[in-house]
C-alpha cells in the first residue's frame, strides 16, 4: 500500500513538472505555400465561411512578414504588408449576416492587431509608415467585425 501511495505521489510530481503549454494561432508553421493555399481555398468556400479565412490568410501573412522582416528580407515584408492591407478590404466586403465564425475572426484579427504592434515596435523607422498602415487596416476590420458580431 504504501508503494502505492508513493508510486501516485512520485507520478503526481511528475505530471506537475511538465510544463503546459497552450496553443497559440502563432504555433503552426508559416511559409509562402501555406498562405498560397489559403489564398485559394477562400473563393470556392461558403459565404458565411469567408471573414474568417480572411482573417486566418491576414494572421497568416503578418505573421509570414515578421519572419522575413526577422530574415533581414525587409522588401518581402513590406510587399507582404501592402497585401495585407488588401486582403482587409476583402474581408470587410465578405462579412454577412449569416456570417458563421464572424467572433472567431475578430478574436484573431485583435490578436494579428497585437502582433503587428509588436511588430511596429521593432522595425526600423524606414518601414514604419507600411507597418502602421497595415495596422490602421487591421483594426478597422477588427472594429468592423466585432460591431457586425453585437450587430446580430
Not at 1 to 29: E, H
Not at 37 to 52: D, G, H, N, V
Not at 90 to 99: E, G, I, P, R, Y
Not at 124 to 142: C, F, G, I, P
Request: aromatic fraction near 4%.
Amino acid at each position: 500500500m504504501r508503494s502505492l501511495v508513493c508510486s501516485i505521489a512520485v507520478l503526481s510530481l511528475v505530471a506537475l513538472a511538465v510544463p503546459a503549454r497552450a496553443s497559440s494561432p502563432d504555433d503552426k508553421m508559416i511559409d509562402q505555400q501555406t498562405i498560397s493555399a489559403l489564398e485559394a481555398r477562400i473563393p470556392s468556400a461558403q459565404p458565411r465561411e469567408q471573414a474568417f479565412l480572411y482573417a486566418e490568410l491576414i494572421h497568416q501573412m503578418t505573421e509570414f512578414s515578421m519572419k522575413q522582416y526577422a530574415a533581414g528580407e525587409t522588401d518581402k515584408a513590406t510587399d507582404l504588408l501592402k497585401q495585407i492591407q488588401n486582403v482587409t478590404r476583402k474581408l470587410h466586403l465578405s462579412m454577412a449576416d449569416n456570417n458563421k465564425r464572424l467572433k472567431n475572426a475578430e478574436i484573431l484579427l485583435r490578436h494579428t492587431a497585437f502582433r503587428l504592434t509588436e511588430f511596429l515596435h521593432n522595425s526600423s523607422t524606414d518601414d514604419r509608415d507600411v507597418v502602421e498602415a497595415t495596422l490602421a487596416q487591421v483594426n478597422k476590420a477588427e472594429s468592423e467585425t466585432m460591431l457586425e458580431v453585437f450587430h446580430k
